[in-house]
């Protein structure tokens, strides 16, 4: 069974762009969260979607989006990047939400802002 | 809010020892927890999970124990090997917690041979 898959690996975008990132959950989990993860703050929760609906939300601006889409694979936007959203965005898939159970996680995502 | 510490930040051992990293959360209601593995410039890999109502889980060389009511977990690890070597997170889903996991810093191991 194939595990969760992020696009692109590596990424390298300059100040005031926008950048969309993919992840594809593990077949059948049907929930996928989004982390960031930075040297000085560790890893953040930035959302969560069940069944194409937000459950739940980081304390992160507006910039920072989401969606998931009907075969519950997911993008995340962030638009006018600022230096400080350099980091490794790793999202997570589970069989549901609403249930807590096991997270399995993808490579990551290693998004550069010049 | 729920907060998760861990320590020590970094562990350095010679190859075989047995050791214990420490987990602490400080909401004690949580659904589970769960410990990861973090190789450098790597993705997390989960290594155990924990529901609420469970004391401990064993997966090969490592066991996870939880004391909910005291808001503590362990994670063992017997004969450690060179490949043990990462960072060891720990992770809570609280009960009506706004955030999906809430993680700790880590623990960044060494193992020496």
């Known amino acids: 069974k194939a595990g969760v898959t992020q696009t692109p690996r590596y990424l390298i975008k300059t100040r005031g762009q926008q950048v969309t990132l993919s992840c594809s959950p593990i077949?059948?989990?049907?929930?996928v969260s989004w982390y960031q993860q930075t040297p000085g703050q560790g890893l953040q929760f930035l959302f969560e979607?069940?069944?194409?609906?937000?459950?739940n939300k980081g304390n992160f601006p507006g910039r920072f989006s989401g969606r998931q889409f009907s075969n519950s694979r997911s993008e995340m936007n962030v638009s006018t990047l600022e230096l400080g959203d350099s980091a490794l965005y790793l999202c997570?898939?589970?069989?549901?939400?609403?249930?807590?159970?096991?997270?399995?996680f993808g490579p990551g995502t290693r998004l550069t802002v010049l | 809010k729920q907060e998760v510490t861990q320590i020590p930040a970094a562990l350095s051992v010679p190859e075989g020892e047995n050791l214990v990293l420490n987990c602490s959360f400080t909401d004690s209601a949580i659904y589970n927890l769960q410990w990861f593995r973090q190789d450098p410039g790597k993705g997390l890999t989960s290594l155990l999970l924990i529901q609420s109502s469970q004391r401990e889980q064993t997966s090969g060389r490592l066991n996870a124990s939880l004391d909910k009511s005291s808001g503590r977990s362990t994670l063992y690890i017997a004969a450690s090997q060179p490949g043990d070597s990462a960072t060891y997170l720990c992770a809570v889903i609280t009960q009506g917690g706004s955030e999906k996991l809430v993680f700790g810093k880590g623990t960044k191991l060494t193992v020496n041979p």
């Open positions: 979607y069940f069944s194409e609906t937000q459950r």
């Open positions: 997570a898939s589970s069989l549901a939400a609403g249930v807590p159970d096991e997270q399995f």
């Open positions: 077949s059948g989990h049907r929930s």
